[in-house]
Structure formats: C-alpha cells, structure tokens
C-alpha cells in the first residue's frame, strides 16, 4: 500500500453532534459521519448531564456507518485522534463502569463542603489575596460536588475520566481489565477484540510503553497496524 492511500480517523465529540472524519495525509476529508446529540438530561434546575456510555454509543455507530461507505478504509487507517467537548467528566469503577452521568461543563451545580487546603497553601493564597478565588474554583469542582452530595460513587470511584479518556478507555485493553466495551458490550471476531467494527489497539497501560514484540497485536480502531 502506498503511503498516498494512508489514512488518518479523527473522533470529534462535541456538545452538540459527534463526528468520525477520515482524511488523508494531505489533510483532505475522504469521509464524514455526524450524529447530533439531543438527549441531554437536565434532572434539576442549573445541571446538565448526559449518559456516557451513549457517548460512546454515538462514536461507534458513526465509525460503522462510516465503513459502509468504503469497507477498503479500514485497512489504510494509520492513525486515530480524538477530541471532545471539554470540562466535562465521568466517575468509573476498576471495570471501567460509569457510575454517574457525565456532569458537562455546561453544569452549574456547586459544593458546598470543600476540602480545606494545606495550611502553607491557605497561607499563600491569602497573602495574594486569592483565598475567595481558590474556594470559587473548589466550588466548581464536580468531584467535589459528587463527594459531598454521592459519597458511596465516589468511594466506589477508581478513576474520574473527562470524555475523551473515556473514549479512550473504551477503546483501549491493558491486558488485565478489558477497558473496551464495543456497542455496550466487549466483541471479540475470530479471537480478536473488536471496537467500532475493527481490531483495537491495544496499549500496555502498566509501564506506559508500547511492547515492541507483540506489535503485530497493537491495532487502532477503523483497522490496520500502525505503520513501523
């Protein structure tokens, strides 16, 4: 295959749609999907929420539809990026489970009860004069909000995610807990692991390092190995 035909996958979850793009090394659009979002969840007056797994929901039927157009797609994928809505974060288990909706940056829902800071830290603020502004931003802070109002999910927390760590969670397996969950549930296609539709790439997440011996494992969503 020649490197012309390579392609790059960009997974865009945004506020209002998600979108999987493919363009080419040239930085040319081949292929567009867009799914819009219109089932927030708005339980109380100032909160703005959205379920998690619907995000991921959302990205994959857009890679799948994106694959009907040219199946041949898949196996000159290269690359993926992702990039979403920001400030907007999720609570999961060690199983890689949402246990809350995802709280959106849109979310006006404040803490009341903060953790208090180290002294020398109080200290500093206040000799600047920012102790109100540091309070403001503990305020603001969902984790924060999710611990005084949901103890037991915080306490059952293993990880709090921004959306697109989530993608990427989804995506992922670090070889202990399968961190993919491909359409709501984890699928594997003659004994390889699948999500949107095409192996995944697999990342050692113990070290933070890619293993160079299993390489041919190492797979990217939409297809194909990363080119050495």
Known sequence: MKARDDLVLAIDCGTQSVRALLFD????????VQEGLNDYQSPHPGWHQHDGEAFWQAAA?????LWQQDDA???QLRGVAVTTQRGSIVPVDADGNCLYPVITWLDQRRASAVP???????LAFGLIGERST???FQREADVNWLAEHEPEIHRRTHKYLLVSGLLHQ?????GEVRWVSAWSRRERVNGRLMAFGVPVFQIDWT????????APRRRLPGGGALRQ
Not at 61 to 65: E, M, N, W
Not at 207 to 214: L, N, S, T
């Open 25 to 32: 090394l040239a930085g040319n659009l081949v292929g567009r």
């Open 207 to 214: 070290d933070g390092r890619r293993d160079q011996d299993a």
């Open 170 to 174: 989804r995506r992922a397996d670090d």
């Open 116 to 122: 208090a800071v180290k002294p020398w830290w109080a």
């Open 61 to 65: 039927r857009c890679c799948r539809q």
């Open 134 to 136: 540091v309070r403001a």
């Open 73 to 75: 797609w898949r196996a």
